[in-house]
């Protein structure tokens, strides 16, 4: 029973710690000596295999406690809303909820408190005082872990990632003569490397494979074959990750559901990273995508233009999506929201304008910007009292609203009183702006903001603002974390 291959926390395990550790034990150091001795490529070959091994173990055995963690801590979260669904309704003046008895609550805790102390001991929740069951079939085990060592795509079954291996022996016979000669000769010494740089899915990971397969390989291989391997390697890693990312049938199922004529041809001979991606994952999207390009003046053939527009369009606007709901669910310290995220990120305006638990009024922009300075945040300065203004009166049109709707509806005193300073705060800062010296206005903003309990925040959700310059700070803005981080594709590595 092999775990899910999820976590990989093996990779954690510093090289020098484990060969250490291998040299140190007697039965492993044996273990070394007979496969170097029965082994063409010696005790490089089988320190690697040792090493490896080591690895993969940590990896099963990581995989299973974490697989384990996860799925405790997923009923622990069933439970936690099941008893707190019961008591809102209890405390609310209500009696037990239909169908529910006073004993189910009881077995509730009883079963929150079972998942909890198991959480801390996993090893004796997953098999008590027996042996931890890492395979079913030994031989199985072995023959999976050397195929993955020797760098060969794993054919069994069980719903795992097939590889595309057609599409890799095309590529493999449009090679140059010389190109596949250094491929083979290359693989002849070091195979699982080669499929290490063959596998590689980013750029970054294909420069390191190269290095380590370079490096293995200097002395025995002379720079012109090692010059040939590198095309070689290039060109069946493209044909790799393209096949794996859209197959035909995949791409067929995509195309039948854009009904633009002009979209589909783009599409079908479009980057395999981006356009494809979302024409599979999200063809109504794409397809208002290709009505703004057209309207803005995209050609209808223009398929490079497209792509950049699509991809301008993920990295500004989805982008600062994500970072504005990733901020608001990661805000703690705020406790009710006036205005929450909204997919309407190109309209003006402070993001997000949230109560605290300390009753302070949070004014919020989001900036997930790569860079990690942001040196304006007009929402938040110029054009601070407009925004303040038009907020409060939007928040007491929405309130008057509901009481138009609901004569019995009464407003929250704390959202009333949040209003109110909002209010107050842009007359403020109006008159400010009116009188006295220009050199002082921002610490008079900034004390009319203290004086009403206002907050300047920047987030960065879905980037990496971590500094404001002196001017932002001087109106007691500062970057607020978020407790998290969103890394941002690059589709392609483009």
Do not use: C
């Not at 899910?4 to 040299?23: E, H, I, K, Q």
């Not at 997953?126 to 069951?133: A, E, Q, R, S, T």
């Not at 074959?225 to 790799?240: N, P, Q, T, V």
């Not at 993920?314 to 995220?341: C, D, I, K, Q």
Request: glycine share 8%.
């Amino acid at each position: 029973m092999t775990p899910p291959r999820r976590y990989r926390v093996g990779r954690m395990l510093d090289a020098s710690a484990v060969r250490a550790a291998a040299d140190a034990h007697p039965r492993l150091r044996g273990f070394m000596r007979t496969l170097a001795e029965h082994s063409e490529r010696g005790e490089p070959r089988s320190r690697a295999l040792l090493e490896f091994m080591i690895r993969r173990v940590v990896d099963d055995v990581g995989d299973l406690h974490i697989g384990n963690a996860t799925a405790r801590l997923e009923r622990i979260q069933v439970l936690r809303d099941n008893i707190a669904a019961i008591l809102d309704h209890v405390l609310d003046g209500g009696d037990l909820p239909e169908g529910v008895r006073m004993e189910t609550l009881g077995e509730y805790f009883e079963q929150l408190n079972t998942e909890m102390r198991e959480l801390s001991g996993p090893r004796e929740a997953i098999v008590g005082d027996g042996p931890l069951p890492l395979y079913d079939d030994a031989a199985s085990y072995a023959r999976s872990l050397l195929r993955e060592f020797e760098g060969m795509p794993d054919g069994g079954a069980g719903g795992r990632h097939v590889e595309p291996a057609a599409e890799l022996a095309a590529a493999f016979r449009r090679l140059p003569p010389e190109q596949a000669a250094a491929l083979r000769r290359a693989s002849e010494l070091d195979p699982r490397r080669v499929w290490q740089r063959v596998s590689a899915e980013s750029e970054a990971t294909a420069r390191q494979a190269t290095a380590q397969l370079e490096t293995a390989l200097a002395g025995r291989m002379t720079a012109e074959e090692l010059a040939r391997l590198r095309g070689a390697l290039d060109e069946l890693g493209r044909a790799r990750n393209t096949a794996a990312q859209m197959n035909a049938t995949r791409l067929a199922e995509a195309l039948a559901r854009i009904d633009d004529a002009d979209l589909r041809a783009v599409v079908a001979n479009g980057d395999v990273w981006l356009i494809q991606q979302v024409a599979a994952h999200n063809p109504a999207a794409l397809t208002e995508l290709w009505r703004n390009f057209r309207r803005g003046g995209g050609a209808a053939d223009d398929a490079g233009a497209f792509r950049a527009y699509v991809r301008h369009e993920m990295t500004h606007y989805g982008r600062a999506a994500v970072g504005e709901y990733t901020a608001a669910f990661s805000l703690s310290s705020v406790e009710a929201f006036l205005r929450g995220p909204d997919a309407q990120v190109r309209e003006r305006g402070i993001d997000l304008i949230g109560i605290g638990h300390d009753g302070w009024l949070w004014l919020i922009d989001d900036k997930s910007h790569r860079a990690s300075g942001v040196s304006s945040v007009t929402s938040l300065t110029d054009n601070l009292a407009t925004n303040l203004r038009t907020d409060a009166a939007t928040f007491r049109g929405v309130l008057d609203d509901l009481r138009a709707r609901d004569p019995a509806f009464v407003p929250d005193p704390r959202v009333l009183d949040a209003i109110q300073r909002m209010a107050d705060a842009a007359a403020e800062i109006d008159r400010i702006n009116r009188t006295g010296p220009a050199a002082g206005r921002p610490a008079r903003i900034a004390q009319a903001l203290e004086d009403r309990r206002l907050r300047l925040r920047v987030t960065s959700a879905a980037g990496q603002v971590t500094e404001l310059t002196k001017a932002l700070r001087d109106l007691g803005m500062a970057v607020e974390p978020t407790g998290t981080a969103v890394p941002w594709p690059n589709p392609g590595g483009r």
